[in-house]
Nanobody, 119 residues
């Protein structure tokens, strides 16, 4: 089992920045990829980006490319989502997820952290 806890959400003005943290614990040695997702009220969950734990390679959704950056801290077993040039449409609950397989879906999810961007 892998436990994930997000933190760092809050209220920020449009154009501002925020950094989310996902702290992982448990059987993290088997983690292959960690991802960030978000869900706004009344909308489906949306993929934001992900990082392959061993290689550090990242992919991003087009909607956040160039504004958001995912990084990891191997020693602390944490993943970060640095968000910049925030827009009101970035308002959502942000979730961290992890998978132990390169071909399966995300098996573990955090409880989420709320990000609100005011105009």
């Amino acid at each position: 089992q892998v436990q994930l806890v997000e933190s760092g959400g809050g209220l920020v003005q449009a154009g501002g920045s925020l950094r989310l943290t996902c702290a992982a614990s448990g059987r993290t040695s088997s983690t292959y990829r960690m991802g960030w997702f978000r869900q706004a009220p009344g909308k489906e969950r949306e993929f934001v980006g992900s990082i392959i734990w061993s290689a550090g390679s990242t992919v991003y959704a087009d909607s956040v490319k160039g504004r958001f950056t995912i990084s990891r801290d191997n020693a602390k077993i944490r993943v970060y989502l640095q968000m910049g040039s925030l827009k009101p449409e970035d308002t959502a609950s942000y979730y961290c997820a992890a998978t132990t397989s390169p071909i399966s879906g995300y098996e573990y999810w955090g409880q989420g952290t709320q990000v609100t961007v005011s105009s």
